[in-house]
């Protein structure tokens, strides 16, 4: 091997430990505005942060503490990056791989989220936990899902209206892909409220449509707050909606 090309892979190889070994507190360089991150360790590659915040709506979002790996060879041929995020009862375990054309596909991922804080996002007062078992989920560069295949399960949900909160029960969502779309069958679990209906995804347009029935569904201060978006029934109140995402 001539000196030349000795020292061409020598420098190489010294970029490569360099790359490698590259602190993870460089990423805090490269945050987007109103992200804060504190206690960065580790590398780039295999790394963690003890506490994150993230703006929602004007305020602060907090994520805990989260851990991630990374594996560029992902990019050709399967995971890039790995997350483990906890705080309090919320917690997150995914594998994300972004594409090149903006586009990213969620695999393997397990979710456990207190409803609490959808308050902070939108209008809706509802409370419970949620919890998300997603075995593939596919966003295109528009932010539009295309593909979706897993279950999530809404806990102990409730309604929280003025004069106190209504319990309505535990329900699935069993989501699936077909050639026509994506669908999302909902079934009760258990609970004062019993529902009964489907939401479909087919490029940017959606509808839900649900039955709404059981003893939680004659409770006054729940039906005035579905007065807008529900209409009576035999045995209780349906629910259709539809528009684009």
Do not use: C
């Not at 909160?165 to 609970?191: P, W």
């Not at 839900?208 to 807008?228: K, Y």
Request: hydrophobic content about 45%.
């Amino acid at each position: 091997m001539s000196y030349r090309r000795a020292s061409a892979v020598a420098v190489a190889l010294v970029i490569v430990l360099l790359i490698a070994r590259a602190p993870a507190s460089l990423l805090g360089y490269a945050l987007p505005p109103g992200v804060k991150a504190t206690g960065l360790t580790g590398t780039v590659w295999n790394g963690g942060v003890a506490h994150v915040e993230i703006p929602l709506q004007s305020q602060p979002f907090a994520l805990g503490r989260i851990a991630w790996r990374l594996n560029p060879t992902g990019l050709l041929f399967g995971d890039v990056i790995r997350l483990q995020s906890d705080w309090g009862s919320q917690q997150v375990n995914a594998s994300v791989s972004p594409r090149f054309n903006g586009s990213f596909r969620l695999n393997d991922a397990q979710l456990r989220i207190d409803l609490g804080w959808l308050r902070q996002l939108l209008p809706l007062y509802v409370g419970g936990q949620l919890e998300a078992d997603i075995a593939s989920l596919r966003i295109n560069a528009d932010g539009m899902p295309t593909t979706a295949v897993g279950r999530l399960v809404w806990k102990n949900a409730t309604w929280r209206a003025i004069g106190g909160d209504v319990s309505l029960g535990s329900y699935a969502i069993d989501v699936t892909t077909s050639d026509t779309g994506i669908r999302a069958g909902i079934i009760t679990l258990k609970g004062a409220l019993e529902v009964d209906g489907s939401v479909t995804i087919a490029g940017d347009s959606y509808r839900v449509a649900a039955n709404l029935s059981g003893p939680a569904a004659r409770n006054e201060a729940f039906q005035q707050a579905i007065a807008l978006l529900a209409v009576p029934n035999g045995s209780g109140y349906r629910i259709e909606l539809s528009g684009t995402l």
